[in-house]
């Protein structure tokens, strides 16, 4: 008898004692069985490999020929643990490493329909685990949104805050130091020396200096407080007169614009222009002028002002300024005559449609039946045409609203009334952005 030869670390043969918690069984052919054989200790062979947690996965694995001429074969395989070292005063260097990751045995069959083993799992399987981790990462970001939503009440718009109020000390100091310069044509406009377009043909005319030289362009950045600036020989004040906003209710026979053969809206602030020099003394009197229009014989509500950038933007129809007229109507109204002005007449190329159409309760002093039109464009005598169009006789018109501002009532014709900060609010939010 030849002496037993010496154990392998891990490996037991089959008459010794079973130590074994599981078992894997297969049937592989000699090809395969020579490939375990090989490749085995390799595998288990590493020094960091983990024996203790292999021992639990995998502790015995037997193989069977196929050939029934050869007796069956069987490998009892043991992984125990590796043998305790003496604790050593000194350190160990190579203890400070941090350890190999743990290895996993995959049994998968090859491309030849074989068994074989693999230390990596297969990848159909790695690909299956990333999409259900992916899954699952999802459906939790998704609850946590739903959750977030419910807790956290939506929140309101914050209100709006009123502009900051500076002193007049203030606002003087900054006019005088960091005031922006400003187109020439713009600031003769704003000291009241003429419309724009009039002060531009001032200025191509040569009427006008800067500083000593002739200046030809409207579009010239000037600082009135700065430069000495001339028009006519006379030289403009440093101060430019305030804004000034009026509510006018326009009687019959007066225009919007200087004519000669009728009187002018501007004329009726004569009594206003006596008492300006006492007031105000050292400031040029602003050229006011009407926020649009209304025909001769058109009674009722009208805007005027000095402030050119409103006067554009309320008279834009982007400002949708809705403009509510009373018209008082000669004969009966009927239900047709409603219709027919509800539906529209085209003016001056355009569809014209109103925004709504009414008839008001009769007057006890009057016996004309009066409609309560609303229209949005306002274009050139748009109601007039509207009740033309209508088959009905117009006795009289009125404009009574301009956005959300009334007419007042004690206000009589002729007379006027300088409007505040909440009263030009109601004429349009959109159209005094920028005021």
Same mark, same amino acid.
């Given at each position: 008898?030849?002496?037993?030869?010496?154990?392998?670390?891990?490996?037991?043969?089959?008459?010794?004692?079973?130590?074994?918690?599981?078992?894997?069984?297969?049937?592989?052919?000699?090809?395969?069985?020579?490939?375990?054989?090989?490749?085995?200790?390799?595998?288990?062979?590493?020094?960091?490999?983990?024996?203790?947690?292999? /021992?639990?996965?995998?502790?015995?694995? /037997?193989?069977?020929?196929?050939?029934?001429?050869?007796?069956?074969?069987?490998?009892?395989?043991?992984?125990?643990?590796?043998?305790?070292?003496?604790?050593?005063?000194?350190?160990?260097?190579?203890?400070?490493?941090?350890?190999?990751?743990?290895?996993?045995?995959?049994?998968?069959?090859?491309?030849?329909?074989?068994?074989?083993?693999?230390?990596?799992?297969?990848?159909?399987?790695? %690909?299956?685990?990333?999409?259900? $981790?992916?899954?699952?990462?999802?459906?939790? /970001?998704?609850?946590?949104?739903?959750?977030?939503? @419910?807790?956290?009440?939506?929140?309101?718009?914050?209100?709006?805050?009123?502009?900051?109020?500076?002193? $007049?000390?203030?606002?003087?100091?900054?006019?005088?130091?960091? /005031?922006?310069?400003?187109?020439?044509? $713009?600031?003769?406009?704003?000291?009241?020396?003429?419309?724009?377009?009039?002060?531009?043909?001032?200025?191509?005319?040569?009427?006008?200096?800067?500083?000593?030289?002739?200046?030809?362009?409207?579009?010239?950045?000037?600082?009135?407080? @700065?430069?000495?600036?001339?028009?006519?020989?006379?030289?403009?004040?440093?101060?430019?007169?305030?804004?000034?906003?009026?509510?006018?209710?326009?009687? $019959?026979?007066?225009?919007?614009?200087?004519?000669?053969?009728?009187?002018?809206?501007?004329?009726?602030?004569?009594?206003?222009?006596?008492?300006?020099?006492?007031?105000?003394?050292?400031?040029?009197?602003?050229?006011?002028?009407?926020?649009?229009?209304?025909?001769?014989?058109?009674?009722?509500?009208?805007?005027?002002?000095?402030?050119?950038?409103?006067?554009?933007?309320?008279?834009?129809?982007?400002?949708?300024?809705?403009?509510?007229?009373?018209?008082? #109507?000669?004969?009966?109204? %009927?239900?047709?005559?409603? #219709?027919?002005?509800?539906?529209?007449?085209?003016?001056?190329?355009?569809?014209?449609?109103?925004?709504?159409?009414?008839?008001?309760?009769?007057?006890?002093?009057?016996?004309?039946?009066?409609?309560? #039109?609303?229209?949005?464009?306002?274009?050139?005598?748009?109601?007039?045409?509207?009740?033309?169009?209508?088959?009905?006789?117009?006795?009289?018109?009125?404009?009574?609203?301009?956005?959300?501002? @009334?007419?007042?009532?004690?206000?009589?014709?002729?007379?006027?009334?300088?409007?505040?900060?909440?009263?030009?609010?109601?004429?349009?939010?959109?159209?005094?952005?920028?005021?």
């Amino acid at each position: 008898l030849s002496p037993p030869s010496p154990p392998v670390v891990g490996a037991r043969c089959a008459t010794s004692p079973p130590r074994v918690m599981a078992a894997v069984s297969a049937t592989i052919s000699p090809a395969a069985l020579s490939s375990l054989h090989h490749s085995a200790p390799s595998l288990f062979s590493n020094p960091n490999f983990r024996l203790r947690q292999l /021992r639990r996965g995998i502790p015995f694995i /037997r193989a069977s020929s196929s050939s029934s001429s050869k007796p069956i074969t069987e490998f009892n395989i043991s992984f125990g643990a590796s043998p305790a070292k003496e604790k050593s005063s000194s350190p160990d260097p190579s203890a400070a490493k941090p350890p190999a990751p743990l290895l996993i045995p995959w049994f998968m069959r090859g491309e030849d329909g074989n068994l074989m083993l693999s230390s990596t799992a297969p990848a159909h399987f790695i %690909h299956a685990m990333a999409e259900e $981790k992916a899954s699952l990462a999802k459906k939790g /970001r998704r609850k946590k949104e739903e959750s977030g939503r @419910k807790k956290s009440p939506v929140a309101s718009a914050p209100a709006p805050s009123a502009p900051p109020r500076y002193s $007049k000390a203030a606002r003087r100091f900054y006019n005088q130091n960091f /005031r922006e310069p400003q187109r020439l044509n $713009k600031i003769l406009a704003a000291a009241g020396v003429a419309s724009r377009r009039n002060c531009d043909e001032l200025i191509f005319e040569g009427k006008v200096t800067v500083n000593g030289s002739v200046c030809k362009s409207p579009q010239t950045r000037v600082d009135l407080v @700065k430069d000495s600036i001339y028009v006519n020989g006379n030289r403009l004040s440093k101060k430019l007169p305030p804004k000034l906003y009026f509510a006018v209710n326009k009687p $019959k026979g007066y225009i919007c614009s200087n004519g000669v053969e009728f009187k002018s809206v501007i004329s009726l602030f004569d009594d206003y222009w006596k008492s300006w020099t006492k007031t105000n003394p050292g400031i040029p009197r602003p050229r006011l002028f009407t926020v649009g229009r209304l025909d001769v014989a058109t009674t009722g509500l009208i805007i005027v002002t000095n402030d050119g950038d409103l006067a554009q933007r309320l008279a834009h129809p982007s400002s949708n300024l809705s403009k509510e007229y009373i018209a008082t #109507i000669e004969g009966a109204v %009927h239900k047709k005559h409603l #219709i027919a002005i509800s539906k529209g007449t085209p003016i001056e190329g355009m569809h014209c449609t109103p925004s709504s159409v009414e008839l008001m309760p009769v007057q006890p002093d009057s016996s004309r039946p009066r409609l309560r #039109i609303v229209v949005h464009e306002g274009r050139n005598h748009e109601v007039r045409e509207l009740v033309k169009n209508a088959g009905l006789q117009l006795h009289s018109l009125k404009r009574a609203r301009i956005g959300g501002y @009334k007419l007042p009532s004690g206000l009589g014709l002729g007379k006027y009334v300088e409007l505040k900060q909440g009263e030009l609010e109601l004429l349009g939010r959109k159209a005094l952005m920028s005021t």
